[in-house]
T-cell receptor, first 113, second 113 residues
Framework: DVKVTQSSRYLVKRTGEKVFLECVQD?????MFWYRQDPGLGLRLIYF???????EKGDIPEGYSVSREKKERFSLILESASTNQTSMYLC????????????FGSGTQLSVL | DQQVKQNSPSLSVQEGRISILNCDYT??????FLWYKKYPAEGPTFLIS?????DKNEDGRFTVFLNKSAKHLSLHIVPSQPGDSAVYFC????????????FGKGTHLIIQP
């Protein structure tokens, strides 16, 4: 069965800290994505990657960076966390054959104090 | 500029009746549409999709209708069940690429006993 695993369900960090959110998929998918979900705003795309070491900016990349050193792993990095980055972060993957169906992880609820 | 719009933040339906969730889009390049269901503190799960070459797709209690000329799609759930209470996201893609999905803001469906 398809599996996207996010390393933490809940995370509390302080303003200015560097934060790493990890995501692993076991489906050999080409594409991986990071979204954030906020009440009333839906899901917004932060960054995505269609190959190892490749990354593309989404709609709201400011304050974030990503790393994809291996096909199965996609990391989201908050260089200096701020309170407006408190959110639910969702990792997703897709096969990459033109089929756009995304499979999501369970999400990480990040609180920045 | 919101390319995928779900104008109803919430919808309340009696158990056993039909639930109709609506979605409008503005980007004429979108040719693949999906509905996702999300419970609190969980990642979205895929529900049903439709390609622009079709106007209807059915899967059990769930049917999606696409009206390309009106740039409108709807999700019908019949009969509605208590477990259907969740947030439903409409999503769209231009297809064929790896750019991820553009999501609406979601509609919170509440099924009343």
């Amino acid at each position: 069965d398809v599996k996207v695993t996010q390393s933490s369900r809940y995370l509390v960090k302080r303003t200015g800290e560097k934060v790493f959110l990890e995501c692993v998929q076991d489906m050999d998918h080409e594409n991986m994505f990071w979204y954030r979900q906020d009440p009333g705003l839906g899901l917004r795309l932060i960054y995505f990657s269609y190959d190892v070491k490749m990354k593309e900016k989404g709609d709201i990349p400011e304050g974030y960076s990503v790393s994809r050193e291996k096909k199965e792993r996609f990391s989201l990095i908050l260089e200096s966390a701020s309170t407006n980055q408190t959110s639910m972060y969702l990792c997703a993957s897709s096969l990459g054959d033109g089929n756009e169906k995304l499979f999501f992880g369970s999400g990480t609820q990040l609180s920045v104090l | 500029d919101q390319q995928v719009k779900q104008n109803s933040p919430s919808l309340s339906v009696q158990e056993g009746r039909i639930s109709i969730l609506n979605c409008d889009y503005t980007n004429s390049m979108f040719d693949y549409f999906l509905w996702y269901k999300k419970y609190p503190a969980e990642g979205p799960t895929f529900l049903i999709s439709i390609s622009s070459i079709k106007d209807k797709n059915e899967d059990g209690r769930f049917t999606v209708f696409l009206n390309k000329s009106a740039k409108h799609l709807s999700l019908h759930i019949v009969p509605s069940q208590p477990g259907d209470s969740a947030v439903y996201f409409c999503a769209a893609s231009p297809g064929g690429g790896a750019d991820g999905l553009t999501f609406g803001k979601g509609t919170h469906l509440i099924i009343q006993p």
